[in-house]
């Protein structure tokens, strides 16, 4: 499901890779999908496949017209969560959802106001900032080893510098970076 999200820079990329490698390697299986268009990111507003988003020029534009109100920021990871969708397990590293992400996603939802991004899980009055977890198989019992290698990783000096925002989407078999604009400050 391709969305408006933002992007972190190729440091905190790698670092995040590093840890899923780390996993997959104390696992024996790739149970967590590695892939150079596969970009971590906090989804601000997302849309089914399905959707016509119109015109990608202007999609582009909208996003360059946020890009330029938006700082760029530290986000310290503060906890794990998962959740269940259908038999599909969700795992994802947390972050508060502040003041200073209230308002940046405030903006994008009044900027893509006009588009048919999802209404209701995304919005900003219920949104729960996310992370999500790569899961090659989003079974209980794969979702609960990965929380459980996670656990044992130090994640509260992980820092996601976040430089960008973009259009993307992370399906896992053909994951894609449609558009992205730095931030202006």
Known sequence: MPGICLIFDNQTKQTINGIYDNINQKLGLEVLKIDKNLEPHFTLLYHSNSVDIGNKMKLYENIDILANQVSKRNIN???????QRGENCILYLSTSYDTEFQKVHKKAWEIFNGYQFNKELYHYSSYVPHLTIPLTNTDIDTAMKVLKELIKTDLSNIILNNIKIGYLTANLKNPEL???????K
Request: charged content about 15%; overall charge negative; cysteine-free.
């Open 77 to 83: 990871i503060e906890g794990y969560g998962i959740f």
């Open 178 to 184: 449609f558009y992205s604009q730095e931030l202006l």
